[in-house]
């Protein structure tokens, strides 16, 4: 287990458990066992303790845990059939974005996530979920055959914000993030996001402009990173607690302003100590999302989203 930082007094405990444990294995006739269980009950309190009052920076070090599970686990367990679509037709092929045709229980739907990685190797061919002005043209041409083949959209967005390099800035980051956005607002079939780790900048809103969008426990969806914001306001990135504390970004508190739909729980300790469980959760609130939407027209369809983001703002404002 990859331990955060405000997790250090549990891998302390849990590390002692699996001391006692390898003693008991490497000397047959010293008996242990119960000093570890109750070492375990120990850890099982603490680690509830911890996670019931989760504050928004701890939140966002949830939110990137390099052992949640990314796009591709969750499209290798829920599509079948999935098919990779790769390339703009412009410029190049984005490995952060991948995405592809697919079935989601016998539904041919249209599937586009951003990807992390999950080693160092896929990490950086992935860019860390960054995608390039191509990457937002790939989800482009991918929603227009969706759209063409009146096909669902189903999108998991994971990062922590488009790439900032001169390269991508010189292709039109902006305009093709802007172009994203205005084909998720165009496209005449049900259009679902959900937010499975970070959701960062107009990067994240490139993917997430949907008639439903859900949000993990844990994950965080916000206009910028703490660390961003902070060095903005304050000059100064150690400020990030205090920045994650006024950007509301956690799935509670932009439920209660109208940004997104539905939180889908996380196993206790966080989706990382429970990947096929949460890859479940993901699976099911996708199903009832799309039966929501199943029967509407595309002008409906259209119309309910374009409301959407025209009502934001005004839901849960004296909270």
């Known amino acids: 287990m990859n331990y955060l930082e405000f997790e250090k007094p549990l891998a302390e405990i849990e590390g002692k458990a699996e001391e006692l444990r390898t003693m008991g294995r490497t000397n ?6 119960k000093e570890a269980e109750a070492l375990d009950r120990k850890a099982e309190v603490m680690l509830k303790d911890m996670y019931k009052a989760l504050t928004p920076w701890q939140k966002c070090q949830v939110a990137r845990h390099p052992e949640r599970p990314h796009t591709r686990d969750y499209i290798d367990a829920l599509f ?6 790769a390339g703009d037709r412009n410029f190049a092929d984005d490995h952060a974005v991948m995405g592809g045709i697919a079935r989601f229980q016998d539904t041919p739907v249209v599937v586009i996530g951003q990807e992390k990685g999950s080693d160092t190797k896929s990490r950086i061919e992935r860019n860390f979920g960054m995608a390039r002005p191509e990457g937002y043209r790939k989800a482009i ?3 227009e055959l969706a759209d063409r083949f009146r096909l669902p959209v189903i999108t998991l967005v994971d990062t922590p914000g488009a790439y900032p390099g001169k390269g991508a800035e010189e292709r039109g980051q902006a305009e093709a993030i802007a172009r994203s956005t205005e084909k ?15 959701g960062g900048s107009g990067g994240a809103v490139a993917f997430a402009t949907a008639n ?11 206009v910028i990173t703490p660390e961003g914001c902070a060095s903005i306001l304050w000059k100064d990135a150690d400020k990030a607690k205090d920045a994650a504390e006024a950007l509301r970004l956690t799935a509670q508190d932009l439920q209660k302003l109208g940004v997104i739909d539905r939180i889908v729980k996380e196993p206790m300790g966080g989706a ?5 469980e949460t890859i479940e959760a993901v699976g099911k609130a996708i199903e009832t999302m799309l039966k929501e ?6 002008e409906g369809l259209i119309k309910d989203r374009r409301q959407k983001f025209l009502d934001m703002g005004t839901k849960g404002l004296a909270a």
């Open 212 to 222: 439903r969008v859900a949000m993990l426990e844990h994950s965080v969806y916000s």
């Open 141 to 143: 041409r991918l929603m």
């Open 272 to 276: 990382q100590r429970g990947r096929k």
């Open 80 to 85: 079948s059939e999935y098919t990779s679509l």
């Open 293 to 298: 939407l199943s029967g509407k027209k595309p």
């Open 184 to 198: 998720c607002l165009q496209i005449g079939v049900p259009l679902i996001s959900v937010i499975i780790g970070e």
């Open 28 to 33: 047959p006739g010293t008996d242990v066992s």
